[in-house]
């Protein structure tokens, strides 16, 4: 299994900037940021947001080997074709190979009424959504593309230079229809989660796959959950995790004992790379290193 860190984007770019060199010199797998332009909900609705793109194409001009996504991209939010060729001068940026494009249906309510964004209801949105994937991946691997669609019409759309790989991530697990999307068009699929909802949405994936006729080992897998190693007795720490629950949050804290025993049962349900998100480590920089390497040393211990 691999394992890799989610940055949270709200923080300075300089932060920002060394979490990416930090995962970098000490092995793990990929950094990966999300696609907000403001916080969910009410609460800290002002605290400043960077951008996914232009983060993913500072991180790839300032890093050398690391894999770099976006957890995930809102449909909603850009013209597929525009992202497409955003996303493939980034992978040109990052000297090819390096970046995986994760993309999503769209959800988060406040932004789209702040901006003035359309937010179709569920059905349209994910209809919205599969005609995307299939203009994105036609404009990476196609010479031109022609697409008569409901939401999307492309006549001879070209996209030069092409990537030589860039993974298609959905970020999906509705059941009934995103997860079929996932069995056909994805590359790679992630969802939130512990073990047993892995477990869970991998029978249902299986079943899809199944269906259209597709060896679900073709796609890769990733999940992510609030990870951390405390020690017995830390009442602040279980205060944070009382919190996470509350915001219903995934959270995996405890011994290190505890925490690979949870890793043994994520790779039973078929999980190929865990996100360990660092925003709820604190502001403090120097605790966040301290709480990454603790669990990066006792738990995932990734060599570089």
């Given at each position: 299994?691999?394992?890799?860190?989610?940055?949270?984007?709200?923080?300075?770019?300089?932060?920002?900037?060394?979490?990416?060199?930090?995962?970098e010199r000490?092995?793990?797998?990929?950094?990966?940021?999300?696609?907000?332009?403001?916080?969910?909900?009410?609460?800290?609705?002002?605290?400043?947001?960077?951008?996914?793109?232009?983060?993913?194409?500072?991180?790839?001009?300032?890093?050398?080997?690391?894999?770099?996504?976006?957890?995930?991209?809102?449909?909603?939010?850009?013209?597929?074709?525009?992202?497409?060729?955003?996303?493939?001068?980034?992978?040109?940026?990052?000297?090819?190979?390096?970046?995986?494009?994760?993309?999503?249906?769209?959800?988060?309510?406040?932004?789209?009424?702040?901006?003035?964004?359309?937010?179709?209801?569920?059905?349209?949105?994910?209809?919205?959504?599969?005609?995307?994937?299939?203009?994105?991946?036609?404009?990476?691997?196609?010479?031109?593309?022609?697409?008569?669609?409901?939401?999307?019409?492309?006549?001879?759309?070209?996209?030069?230079?092409?990537?030589?790989?860039?993974?298609?991530?959905?970020?999906?697990?509705?059941?009934?229809?995103?997860?079929?999307?996932?069995?056909?068009?994805?590359?790679?699929?992630?969802?939130?989660?512990?073990?047993?909802?892995?477990?869970?949405?991998?029978?249902?994936?299986?079943?899809?796959?199944?269906?259209?006729?597709?060896?679900p080992a073709?796609?890769?897998?990733?999940?992510?959950?609030?990870?951390?190693?405390?020690?017995?007795?830390?009442?602040?720490?279980?205060?944070?995790?009382d919190a996470?629950?509350?915001?219903?949050?995934?959270?995996?804290?405890?011994?290190?004992?505890?925490?690979?025993?949870?890793?043994?049962?994520?790779?039973?349900?078929?999980?190929?790379?865990?996100?360990?998100?660092?925003?709820?480590?604190?502001?403090?920089?120097?605790?966040?290193?301290?709480?990454?390497?603790?669990?990066?040393?006792?738990?995932?211990?990734?060599?570089?």
């Amino acid at each position: 299994m691999d394992f890799s860190l989610w940055t949270a984007a709200p923080r300075p770019w300089n932060d920002i900037l060394e979490s990416a060199r930090y995962a970098e010199r000490t092995g793990w797998h990929g950094i990966w940021v999300a696609d907000h332009f403001m916080q969910n909900g009410d609460d800290g609705i002002d605290a400043p947001v960077h951008e996914c793109l232009a983060l993913l194409a500072a991180l790839a001009a300032s890093t050398e080997r690391i894999r770099l996504g976006s957890m995930v991209i809102g449909n909603t939010y850009r013209h597929p074709a525009v992202l497409a060729n955003q996303v493939a001068t980034i992978d040109q940026i990052a000297g090819g190979g390096r970046l995986v494009l994760g993309l999503g249906a769209g959800w988060q309510i406040n932004e789209h009424e702040a901006y003035g964004i359309d937010l179709p209801a569920p059905k349209q949105r994910l209809a919205r959504f599969e005609e995307a994937c299939q203009v994105i991946k036609s404009l990476l691997t196609q010479s031109r593309t022609d697409f008569d669609g409901t939401y999307y019409q492309l006549r001879g759309a070209p996209l030069e230079p092409k990537p030589a790989a860039l993974p298609l991530l959905i970020g999906a697990q509705g059941e009934k229809v995103a997860l079929r999307i996932v069995a056909t068009h994805a590359d790679e699929w992630n969802h939130w989660g512990l073990p047993d909802l892995a477990a869970q949405k991998g029978e249902v994936f299986r079943a899809h796959c199944d269906e259209i006729g597709r060896d679900p080992a073709t796609v890769r897998r990733s999940t992510q959950a609030m990870f951390e190693v405390i020690d017995a007795g830390d009442s602040e720490a279980a205060g944070r995790r009382d919190a996470l629950i509350a915001q219903g949050r995934p959270v995996v804290m405890g011994s290190a004992e505890e925490l690979r025993d949870t890793l043994g049962r994520y790779a039973e349900a078929g999980i190929d790379e865990l996100l360990i998100p660092d925003m709820a480590l604190g502001d403090d920089a120097q605790r966040r290193v301290d709480a990454l390497e603790r669990l990066r040393t006792e738990v995932l211990s990734p060599t570089p």
